[in-house]
């Protein structure tokens, strides 16, 4: 409908730089084309030669958000039961790490409570820190077919496509996202605009709650968050007002140094007002990548699979036992976060990484200290459908992989629906799918045994299913891939013996949580300090995001379309505020130095009124953006503060010298 990445998906698949066969390091440092089954040995007698040597927590593997559930469920179990590691995380954690740890502390399990309906049965949408006309475009065509002339809130730094089209823009102070909405949750409290009913019943925490946000007065909220307080009360009336109010966040929040925190306090404000359960609220979370969800639920990485817990003794026998594997192959401690696994690697505890549908020598944050890295590897693994990406460069063993089209699963998308994915076409050469490369490593490994049942991604998901019981995204009613598909997909949870009630479901409706007594706690704390402030010598704030609907994150595949290149700019640029330019001589078109604490790197000025003085933004599409970044982190989420850090900018050459 909206997105162009649509139109070129299986476009893309047939670029010059797929990986079409297994690639070796020689010992000249060139990659060789080798077979399937010296590429596999190697694989597994190189893992098990560093293990030996060095121990089990030696090796560990980050995988992502965008492989179908059964392929990662397949990964984290093999990873993990079958190779004996410990350690193993997801791109996710650089994406939806926040949103699964508030969900989990708040509502007492990772439950995203909303379904994309209510896009359209809202009358108040309040976007923060999200962008959804570029990066959610299918999901803002839902927002603009809403027939109750509903208000618009966008709170974001930037006058984004989104802010556009809204019916009132906060210009929000970068960071400042927590005071902004503790003082808008007093105003709520003062003048008596909260449903004491709903929090009598279904809540804790209330007193203790507005307690706490006593000291918000309206004119210390707004002089930290620069919203005026007239633009505040506004605010706080349409939420009273309104009759079904809805909060959507996506980046803006996930990616901060107090992130989860932020993510709660507008859980608070939906608990506040009654706003859950009923069609057209809700404090819901956008997700990002693709199967996102299927990573939080069944990756095998921050939880054990289906929302356990590898702490508990419980769980883990419960697992085994429908696994038919022997309870001691389970890990009884968590992972690594990401950045720990790095650390870890930086400081040669971990030997190995293995890199599954992720590109994080562009993606992570502070990329110059994860490029080092290589140096310090003894063995580095990536698995990818394109030989050419910055990380597979750095690669000693190169899987060739099939995308999206070339193979079949399931995918779990925000709204908790599991959808079909089919196999439209052949990978080119010899790539085969994730779920085929994990099967030949299991039985080169010598656990093909504890995987006889893991024969089809279908196969799997019955197993899945079996894990998922008695969950709260227990999916046991659903029966097999073509009732999913007459359905088009179904969401969790439809437990074994259910009617499918409606093809548009909420949680809470009853308004029971997840914590053992039934309510949703309200958390809170106070505002930590920015990690890195803007100073005399780095004056500005950079924030980073996506540029464009035609670009998909690193460009594997967006940048392989001749016909979304003509859609964004090609090479690197910065938008930067007029009043800035104005004073370092700068115009639209001049190259200019953007230097960090990190890193220094020339782009291209482009001056708009869409950032504000202070503030530059730089697309996260182009490779050099990371450098900049400063690695901060969500103390519960661990997610990368990838949205603020501070710079400096000087004019290097005008446009047409
Ligand atoms: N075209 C396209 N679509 C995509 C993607 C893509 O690469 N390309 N990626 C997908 C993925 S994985 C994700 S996670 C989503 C991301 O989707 P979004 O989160 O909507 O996109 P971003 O541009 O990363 O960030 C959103 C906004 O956060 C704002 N922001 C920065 N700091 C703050 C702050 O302190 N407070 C507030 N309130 N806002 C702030 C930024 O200015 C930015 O406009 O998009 C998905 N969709
Ligand atoms: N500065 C800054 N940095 C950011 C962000 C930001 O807002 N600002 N956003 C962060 C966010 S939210 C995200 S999600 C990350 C994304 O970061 P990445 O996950 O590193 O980015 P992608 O380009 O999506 O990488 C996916 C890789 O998987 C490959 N691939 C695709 N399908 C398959 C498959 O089926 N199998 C295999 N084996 N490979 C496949 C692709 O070719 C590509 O190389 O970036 C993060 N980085
Ligand atoms: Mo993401």
């Known amino acids: 409908m909206a997105c162009p990445k649509g139109w070129e998906a299986l476009e893309v698949l047939k670029a010059d730089d797929r990986a079409t066969h297994p690639l070796m390091r020689d010992d000249f440092g060139t990659l060789q084309r080798v077979s399937w089954n010296t590429a596999i040995e190697h694989f597994c007698s190189r893992i098990q030669q560093i293990q030996e040597r060095y121990g089990k927590e030696s090796v560990a593997f980050l995988s992502t958000g965008q492989i179908p559930t059964e392929e990662m469920a397949f990964l984290g179990s093999l990873a993990k039961f079958g190779m004996g590691m410990v350690h193993g995380d997801g791109n996710t954690r650089q994406c939806m790490a926040t949103a699964a ?193 299927g ?128 196999k439209v076409c052949a990978a080119p050469g010899e790539a085969l799918s994730d779920f085929s490369i994990f099967r030949l490593i299991a039985e080169h490994w010598g656990c093909g045994e504890m995987f006889q049942e893991w024969t089809s991604p279908e196969n799997v998901f019955q197993i899945l299913k079996r894990v998922s019981a008695g969950q709260p995204c227990d999916i046991t009613g659903i029966a097999d891939y073509p009732m999913l598909d007459r ?70 595949r967006t940048g392989k379309s001749a016909v979304l290149r003509k859609l964004y700019p090609q090479s690197i640029f910065a938008e930067v505020s007029p009043d800035d330019a104005t004073r370092l001589g700068i115009r639209t078109g001049d190259t200019i130095e953007v230097y960090s604490r990190r890193a220094s790197i020339q782009v291209r000025a482009v001056v708009t009124a869409s950032v504000k003085s202070g503030q530059i933004f730089i697309p996260m599409h182009y490779a050099e953006t990371n450098r900049l970044t400063h690695d901060s982190f969500d103390p519960y989420s661990k997610q990368p503060s990838y949205k603020a850090c501070a710079v400096g900018m000087r004019k290097i050459a005008g446009a047409h010298s």
């Open 295 to 422: 990573s939080r639920l069944f990756s095998n990485t921050t939880n054990l699979l289906g929302g356990h817990d590898f702490l508990n003794v419980n769980h883990r026998e419960k697992v085994a036992d429908i696994l038919g594997i022997d309870v001691h192959r389970i890990p009884d401690q968590n992972s690594l976060a990401y950045h720990e696994i790095l650390q870890a690697a930086e400081e040669g505890r971990i030997k190995c990484l293995w890199f599954i549908a992720t590109n994080p020598a562009h993606s992570w944050i502070n990329q110059d200290r994860m490029r080092k890295l290589s140096e310090k590897l003894e063995f580095l693994v990536v698995q990818d459908m394109y030989c050419s990406t910055e990380t597979a460069q750095m690669a000693d063993l190169i899987l060739p992989a099939a995308g999206w089209g070339e193979k079949e699963g399931t995918f779990i998308n925000s709204e908790r629906r599991i959808n079909v994915i089919k």
């Open 487 to 556: 359905e088009g997909g179904i969401q969790w949870p439809l437990p074994a013996g259910t009617v499918l009630p409606s093809s548009q479901r909420r949680l809470f409706e009853d308004g029971r949580y997840f914590h053992a007594d039934g309510k949703g706690r309200f958390l809170f704390e106070a505002p930590a300090p920015i990690p890195e402030p803007a100073c005399e010598e780095y004056p500005l704030v950079l924030l980073t995001g996506r540029g464009s609907a035609s670009q998909w994150h690193t460009q594997t």
């Open 101 to 293: 740890t508030a969900y989990k502390q708040s509502f007492g399990f990772d439950a995203p409570p909303f379904t994309y309906q209510d896009f359209e049965e809202s009358d108040v949408l309040v976007f923060v820190g999200a962008n959804p006309c570029i990066a959610h475009p299918i999901m803002w065509e839902r927002v603009m077919r809403n027939r109750h002339s509903p208000e618009i809130i966008v709170i974001d730094p930037r006058v984004t496509e989104t802010a556009m089209q809204a019916s009132l823009h906060l210009p929000i102070a970068p960071k400042s996202d927590l005071t902004l909405f503790y003082g808008l949750a007093r105003v709520l409290i003062e003048n008596n605009w909260v449903d004491q009913k709903y929090l009598d019943s279904h809540t804790t925490g209330y007193e203790e709650f507005a307690r706490h946000v006593q000291p918000y007065k309206l004119e210390m909220v707004a002089e930290r968050t620069g919203i005026s307080p007239d633009t505040i009360l506004h605010l706080a009336r349409l939420i009273h007002e309104g009759k079904r109010v809805s909060f959507w966040w996506t980046m803006g929040v996930n990616q901060s140094y107090e992130g989860t925190r932020v993510a709660q306090s507008l859980i608070n404000l939906a608990f506040l007002t009654g706003n859950i359960g009923r069609p057209g609220t809700g404090a819901n979370s956008i997700t990002g990548q693709c199967n996102a969800m």
